[in-house]
């Protein structure tokens, strides 16, 4: 049973930075694209960035030139550098892999 497990997470002011991580497990892990998603209260979940098993990113435009996804396959762990913070990046980040989900962690942007 693949398990992702998210952590990084925490309240940070407007302008400032964390970096998320997503744990893999059960998996091989460099075959297989990695996406992370966030869910707002009361939203649906949406999609913040992609990488492929290539290396190619992708991201929502919300998030373009202030977010940066990456992986380390060695360490079967996949990273999202979230800089300048908004208040509306506010959300609870998930991470996924095929059909596999982590438990998210909840990142809130606040002064």
């Known amino acids: 049973q693949v398990q992702l497990v998210e952590s990084g997470g925490g309240l940070v002011q407007p302008g400032e930075s964390l970096r998320l991580s997503c744990a893999a497990s059960?998996?091989?892990?460099?075959?297989?694209?990695m996406d992370w998603y966030r869910q707002s209260p009361g939203q649906q979940r949406e999609l913040v960035a992609g990488?492929?098993?290539?290396?190619?990113?992708n991201y929502a435009n919300s998030v373009k030139g202030r977010f940066t996804i990456s992986r380390d396959n060695a360490k079967k762990t996949g990273y999202l550098q979230m800089n300048n913070l908004k208040p509306e990046d506010t959300a609870v980040y998930y991470c996924?892999?095929?059909?596999?989900w982590g438990q998210g962690t909840q990142v809130t942007v606040s002064s």
């Open positions: 996924k892999i095929m059909n596999f």
């Open positions: 059960e998996i091989i892990f460099g075959m297989y694209g």
């Open positions: 990488i492929s098993s290539h290396d190619i990113p």
